[in-house]
Structure formats: C-alpha cells, structure tokens
C-alpha cells in the first residue's frame, strides 16, 4: 500500500502496480497498437497502390500519421473515455489515477501517451523499466510529467471498516444490481467515505460527485432522483458490505451441511 495525499492533506491508501504488472500491461498494449498499425497501414498502402498518386514519399508520410493516430491518439483517447484503463490495464486489473488518486483527465492520457513512444517504443521500454526500478512507487518519466499514477484495482475489500446505510436508500439497494462495480473502484469508495469528515465541504462534495459518475454506469436501476452523491456512495458501499456478509455466511452454511453429510458416510469418507 502506498499512502497518498488529497489536495485536502486527506491520507488515501492506494496500491500502487508492480513493476512487472506494468511490463506485462504495457507489452499487450504494444502488441494491440503494433497490430492495429500493420492493419491500417496495409489496408491504406493497398487502396493507394492502386491510384496514380501511390510514391514511397507517400507511404513513408502515412506510415507515420498512423503511428502517431495508433500509439498517441489512440490510447490517449481509450484512456481518457475508460478513466484509466487500456486493454494491458483492463487484462492485469490496473488503473491510471491522477497523484491524488483522482480520475486522470485527457491532458494527463495524452501527455503519458506522447512519452509512452518515446520512452517504449523508441527506447525499447529500458528508459521506463529503468525509471520504474528506481521509483518507490513504478512510475515512469509519463506519469511524473503527467502527476498519475499506476494502482492496482483487484485490491481486497477491507471488510472492517462499517459504513451505514442511509436510510431512504435502503429499497434501492436491495433492488440494485451493483454485481459489475469493479473492487478497485469500490475501495477508493470506502476510502472516500472514511476520510470525507476531515475534508473541506467544496472538496468533500467535488470528489463525492466525481466518485458519483464513475459508479453510476455499473449500478442498476439508477439511485431515485435527488440521490445526494455522498449518499449514493454510502448505499453502494454498505450494500458491497452486506452482500459479502451474506455470501460468506451462506458458504459456511453450506460447507457446515457438506461436513455434516460427509461425517456420516461410512469408511470414515
């Protein structure tokens, strides 16, 4: 874990990705940009050949626009539309977050994805192994530049920590289907809401709102009209909570009855 500072002096715990996570999510993204590119630049050199205006000077000038429309554009935009992730992310469970462990912007995607060439592809990806090995927390040069951060979403679920449900959410939450939020994102929920009553009230409301839109398109049917965002986040966690207590409690209900049945069999089986 790695203890980070809000822009209110709020300590929020976050894990950030391993190095080798961030290998293996950066090769994938390599292969699927690498793909893509030999995709679009044949498909375009094939349509080109066959008109009269077809030249190397042509194919070299395209060659290039679509390296920098795959490995820049690309990603900056997926990143931007995905709150973090990319296809590498998506497969290891990794998120790009902003240093005070907010959402990361288009400015902050296309920054680390113009360095993204030059420190990987350019370099081989030894500038940002290198960056990364000396960095407590395996950053690379994109994401100093950029003020991000790579964490690790498939964190475990701090059930110790109890948040109350508010009461006229209640009926929604027993209805909702919250099944898709991913855990990454439902531990910095818990982290907000542990740490909202020291925060100043524009911020406090600014990241509830924030944390709000993120959760929303995992959660069905919407929250009633009028839902306060810091409410909404409440109802999701403790609904996250209660739904854990009874899948456990229900797994030792059932592995009691196996160990009941099995006691009686005969040969001590």
Same mark, same amino acid.
């Given at each position: 874990?790695?203890?980070?500072?809000?822009?209110?002096?709020?300590?929020?715990?976050?894990?950030?990705? %391993?190095?080798?996570?961030?290998?293996?999510?950066?090769?994938?993204?390599?292969?699927?940009?690498?793909?893509?590119?030999?995709?679009? $630049?044949?498909? %375009?050199?094939?349509?080109?050949?066959?008109?009269?205006?077809?030249?190397?000077?042509?194919?070299?000038?395209?060659?290039?626009?679509?390296?920098?429309?795959?490995?820049?554009?690309?990603?900056?935009?997926?990143?931007?539309?995905?709150?973090?992730?990319?296809?590498?992310?998506?497969?290891?469970?990794?998120?790009?977050?902003?240093?005070?462990?907010? %959402?990361?912007?288009?400015?902050?995607? $296309?920054?680390?994805?113009?360095?993204?060439?030059?420190?990987?592809?350019?370099?081989?990806?030894?500038?940002?192994?290198?960056?990364?090995?000396?960095?407590?927390? =395996?950053?690379?040069?994109?994401?100093?530049?950029?003020?991000?951060?790579?964490?690790?979403?498939?964190?475990?679920?701090?059930?110790?920590?109890?948040?109350?449900?508010?009461?006229?959410?209640?009926?929604?939450?027993?209805?909702?289907?919250?099944?898709?939020?991913?855990?990454?994102?439902?531990?910095?929920?818990?982290?907000?809401?542990?740490?909202?009553?020291?925060?100043?009230?524009?911020?406090?409301?600014?990241?509830?709102?924030?944390?709000?839109?993120?959760?929303?398109?995992?959660?069905?049917?919407?929250?009633?009209?009028?839902?306060?965002?810091?409410?909404?986040?409440?109802?999701? =966690?403790? =609904?996250?909570?209660?739904?854990?207590?009874?899948?456990?409690?229900? %797994?030792?209900?059932i592995g009691a009855g196996f160990r009941a049945r099995t006691s009686r069999l005969p040969h001590g089986l």
């Amino acid at each position: 874990m790695s203890t980070i500072m809000t822009g209110e002096a709020v300590p929020l715990q976050l894990r950030p990705a %391993a190095l080798i996570a961030r290998a293996g999510s950066c090769a994938i993204d390599f292969v699927a940009i690498q793909g893509l590119w030999l995709v679009l $630049f044949f498909s %375009a050199n094939w349509l080109l050949e066959r008109s009269a205006d077809w030249n190397m000077m042509l194919a070299t000038s395209l060659a290039l626009m679509l390296q920098v429309f795959c490995a820049v554009l690309i990603p900056a935009t997926v990143e931007t539309l995905t709150r973090g992730r990319s296809l590498g992310k998506f497969v290891l469970g990794l998120r790009v977050v902003r240093d005070d462990g907010g %959402a990361i912007r288009f400015r902050h995607a $296309f920054l680390r994805a113009m360095l993204w060439v030059f420190e990987v592809l350019a370099m081989g990806g030894a500038l940002a192994a290198l960056v990364g090995l000396v960095s407590p927390q =395996s950053k690379r040069i994109g994401d100093y530049l950029a003020g991000t951060m790579a964490v690790a979403e498939r964190t475990p679920r701090a059930a110790s920590r109890h948040v109350v449900m508010p009461p006229r959410l209640a009926a929604w939450a027993r209805l909702a289907d919250i099944s898709a939020i991913p855990p990454g994102l439902s531990h910095r929920v818990l982290q907000f809401l542990t740490s909202a009553p020291r925060m100043r009230p524009e911020a406090r409301l600014h990241m509830a709102i924030q944390l709000a839109d993120e959760v929303t398109p995992y959660t069905a049917p919407a929250p009633p009209a009028g839902t306060h965002p810091e409410e909404f986040l409440a109802a999701v =966690s403790a =609904s996250i909570r209660e739904r854990e207590i009874e899948r456990r409690s229900r %797994a030792e209900r059932i592995g009691a009855g196996f160990r009941a049945r099995t006691s009686r069999l005969p040969h001590g089986l």
